[in-house]
């Protein structure tokens, strides 16, 4: 028995020493913004490498303690990360022996007296722990990180030489996730300077942007109706597990709803992995999904692992799924459905957990209709479908966008804008936007060039009119829905809402009747207006004769309820 211990102690050692250096290659160079993806990625070489079902590195501060990063088996109990770091760290307190180092092989029956107490006990009955060791490393004289590495299904014994070869691996691990947080700080000090320096060089500064104030979503702008419908169905799913699909056209901020999701959701302490399924050719998308054996083709002289691996018990977020090609959806939906995969050119299955937030401009319905989408996996993805508005449905963000371009770009570009004219502002909201932020921000840099002065001033090019629809035949379906709505709407003097009126004859909601209106273009004319019809209450482009007039120095209010 005890030669048995022997060799596997002496193959755990093995496998350590091949992990400190593999680690050490890996995270020394590796910048700050990609440390949070490869510390995931250590945790389950480090379970991998000496066959324990938990790993976490544990983030000690003034204000708490947190899970840096968490890694455990499928078949282990799920926990609380951040109260489970909280436990540990407890533990660590109360237990450490030699250099404060926590070596426990059995457990309940080992734990030491002053750290059996029954809320530690219930913790190890809902945790399954059954052997622990948690290393403390202290920088600059003070704990600042843990790893603790666990078993649930089994006792163990723990040799000195293998709990050495970990502290080394804690090191790594520690120094890795200090510089990320040493270089995030820094990044945020030369923000604080540039922003003060710049506000102390001006007599005037321009106005602050009021972002949105709901918790989570710092990085979104804007306070209209329509997007804060979009934001209340993210706060609704946020918590949950479940696969969200976002809607919505190129430009309109679906990569920073899914940041949001992850950063709101339990899974925020793991990694959140970004693949864009249009940017890569058919020939790398399996293997950037599924990771590749080496040898498995030419130019495969390693083992690498896909996005999904890097982003177990995390989220994956795929951007563009409506442009992933056929033969991958399926390929994928078993992923979905099982949580199973093979890397290529291995036959050794995989398993994952990690929650799908993908997102497409395309309309996946036609899509499927079309035979270009398969349907079940459609439907597997639509758990949760969130559709973002398009810019020109919240025209009313446009001046606090504006705003927010301008104090991100215009620094770098030395320039110094304290007024946007109203003319400017409102050619920018009578804009359609066909490519909503991202064009807006383009614009904007443009007009910066063009303004050495105080005053934005836009290219006489840089808003082409929308192109007009084109002809269409009167008897399609579209134009004599377009009709029969049109006569309705007359008929009702544009009313819309009440009984007796265009929704009701119709048969109708008010808001699908709206919806219906929008996408067939029907935009009341003047002359309805001038003949005192009531108020039609669609949602179209803001006209620069209805709009108020006000100085645009500073953006509207974004206020949330």
Not at 119 to 142: E, N, Y
Request: one cysteine or more; charged letters at 25%.
């Amino acid at each position: 028995m005890e030669t048995s211990w022997l060799s596997f102690e002496e193959q755990w050692c093995q496998q350590a020493d091949h992990l400190i250096g593999e680690l050490s290659a890996a995270l020394i160079t590796l910048p700050g913004d990609d440390v949070g993806v490869a510390l995931h990625a250590a945790q389950q070489q480090i379970g991998e490498a000496i066959a324990v079902d938990r790993s976490t590195l544990i983030e000690f501060s003034a204000e708490t303690v947190r899970a840096a990063q968490h890694w455990a088996n499928d078949d282990v109990p799920q926990v609380d990360c951040d109260d489970h770091a909280q436990r540990l760290a407890w533990l660590l307190d109360r237990a450490g022996g030699d250099n404060g180092v926590v070596v426990l092989e059995q457990i309940p029956d080992g734990l030491p007296h002053q750290a059996a107490t029954p809320a530690m006990l219930d913790h190890v009955r809902q945790t399954g722990m059954r052997s622990v060791v948690i290393i403390p490393i202290a920088i600059g004289g003070q704990r600042a990180f843990a790893l603790a590495v666990e078993l649930v299904h089994a006792e163990r014994r723990w040799p000195p030489a293998l709990v050495a070869r970990l502290r080394l691996v804690a090191e790594i691990l520690a120094s890795a996730a200090y510089r990320s947080r040493q270089e995030e700080a820094l990044r945020y000090s030369h923000a604080e300077v540039a922003r003060l320096t710049a506000e102390l060089a001006n007599d005037a500064t321009p106005p602050a942007v009021t972002r949105t104030t709901e918790a989570g979503f710092d990085e979104i702008i804007g306070s209209s109706p329509a997007l804060k419908f979009a934001l209340e169905r993210v706060k609704e799913v946020a918590p949950t597990h479940s696969t969200v699909l976002l809607l919505g056209e190129t430009g309109t901020g679906k990569e920073l709803i899914a940041r949001a999701l992850h950063r709101q959701g339990p899974r925020q302490t793991s990694a959140l992995v970004s693949v864009n399924c249009a940017a890569l050719p058919p020939t790398l998308i399996e293997s950037e999904l599924f990771g590749h054996e080496r040898g498995a083709f030419t130019g495969a002289v390693a083992m690498r692992p896909g996005r999904f691996q890097l982003a177990h018990n995390g989220t994956l977020f795929l951007d563009e799924i409506g442009d992933l090609p056929l033969d991958l959806q399926s390929k994928l939906l078993r992923v979905l459905q099982e949580g199973e995969f093979e890397r290529i050119g291995s036959s050794h299955t995989q398993k994952v957990n990690v929650r799908i937030v993908a997102a497409t401009h395309k309309d996946l319905a036609r899509a499927v209709a079309a035979g270009e989408f398969r349907d079940d996996l459609y439907y597997r993805l639509s758990v949760f479908p969130i559709r973002l508005p398009p810019l020109r449905e919240r025209r009313e963000d446009i001046p606090a966008l504006v705003w927010f371009v301008i104090q991100k770009r215009q620094r770098a570009m030395h320039r110094w804008i304290k007024t946007v004219p109203d003319g400017v502002m409102a050619a920018l909201q009578n804009y359609s936007w066909p490519g909503n932020v991202r064009e807006l921000e383009n614009v904007i840099e443009r007009a910066l060039i063009h303004s050495p002065g105080h005053t934005l001033r836009l290219l006489d090019d840089s808003l082409e009119a929308p192109a007009s629809r084109p002809p269409e035949d009167a008897n399609t379906l579209s134009a004599v829905e377009r009709t029969h709505i049109e006569g309705v709407l007359r008929d009702c003097r544009w009313r819309i809402n009440g009984a007796g009126n265009a929704a009701e004859r119709l048969g109708l909601h008010p808001n699908t009747l709206r919806f219906r209106m929008k996408k067939l273009g029907i935009v009341r004319n003047n002359a309805a207006s001038q003949n005192g019809d009531a108020p039609c209450r669609t949602t179209t482009a803001l006209s620069s004769t209805s709009r108020p007039t006000r100085d645009s120095r500073m953006p509207g209010p974004t206020s949330w309820p």
